[in-house]
């Protein structure tokens, strides 16, 4: 692979293509966790855990499996990395597994990893498949990140709450209060809210890539200097 080639990876994940903005895949945990911020990041560290994982065996097995057979192959490995990812969260973070609770094996279910093992990892080299499920799971935990923070700070007037769930005691003053007490937007902790975030955060990816694309044809239309001839007769048809 080229550095062309690694650069439109990153870009596909983590913007143009991203799992989450524009194939829109695995809302069902992007709406339902992302309550706050360390419920978000809990689950994205574990969905690119396992998308990286699972790309990386299928992309090393791609030869030796048959087109009979691959969809089932994929689905074990994927299901074996989450398997392994909710046994490190229950050694390690065992609260926060509790509070993600069935969401942790679903990403079995999660059709950004089985779409990118049969798109992207059954078709290219280890090294390849492995950037493709870093950034495509980045991608995906980036959304989720700023969904949480969104809905905390409208939510609970907090920011970094129980992050100690994930990093420790160290993280226990972690927490930021941005509003008096007693505050809370109830909207936005409750799936409504989710759907609203998403949708506001979909239209501003739209508007963004609208506006350089605008940008890029003003750039490529040819400008004509000096001196130019008019017609001014016949008929314009």
């Known amino acids: 692979?080229?550095?062309?080639?690694?650069?439109?990876?990153?870009?596909?994940?983590?913007?143009?293509?991203?799992?989450?903005?524009?194939?829109?895949?695995?809302?069902?945990?992007?709406?339902?966790?992302?309550?706050?911020?360390?419920?978000?990041?809990?689950?994205?560290?574990?969905?690119?855990?396992?998308?990286?994982g699972s790309n990386i065996v299928v992309s090393l097995i791609r030869k030796q499996v048959s087109d009979a057979i691959k969809i089932p192959a994929f689905v074990m490995i994927i299901a074996t990395f989450t398997t392994c990812t909710e046994l490190l969260m229950q050694?390690?973070?065992?609260?926060?597994?509790?509070?993600?609770?069935?969401?942790i094996p679903l990403i079995v279910t999660n059709c950004a990893i089985l779409g990118r093992?049969?798109?992207?990892?059954?078709?290219?080299?280890?090294?390849?498949?492995?950037?493709?499920?870093?950034?495509?799971?980045?991608?995906?935990?980036?959304?989720?990140?700023?969904?949480?923070?969104i809905r905390e700070i409208l939510g609970s007037g907090t920011l970094f709450d129980n992050m100690h769930l994930i990093f420790?005691?160290?993280?226990?003053?972690?927490?930021?209060?941005?509003f008096g007490e007693g505050y809370g937007f109830l909207v936005a902790v409750l799936p409504p809210g989710a759907f609203l975030v998403a949708g506001m955060l979909i239209a501003l990816k739209n508007v963004i890539d609208d506006r350089v694309e605008h940008h890029r044809a003003t750039k490529r239309a040819p400008v004509i200097k000096g001196a130019k001839r008019v017609r001014t007769t016949g008929t314009v048809s």
């Open 1 to 52: 692979m080229t550095d062309m080639s690694y650069r439109e990876i990153t870009n596909n994940g983590l913007w143009k293509n991203n799992p989450a903005l524009v194939q829109l895949l695995g809302l069902c945990p992007l709406l339902a966790v992302t309550g706050s911020v360390v419920n978000a990041l809990g689950l994205g560290l574990a969905t690119m855990l396992v998308l990286t």
């Open 168 to 178: 420790g005691p160290v993280a226990e003053n972690w927490t930021l209060h941005l």
């Open 91 to 103: 050694a390690f973070t065992y609260e926060l597994y509790l509070i993600l609770g069935i969401f």
């Open 117 to 149: 093992a049969e798109a992207f990892a059954s078709k290219n080299n280890v090294r390849a498949s492995a950037m493709d499920g870093l950034m495509m799971g980045a991608g995906f935990g980036l959304v989720l990140l700023v969904i949480g923070t």
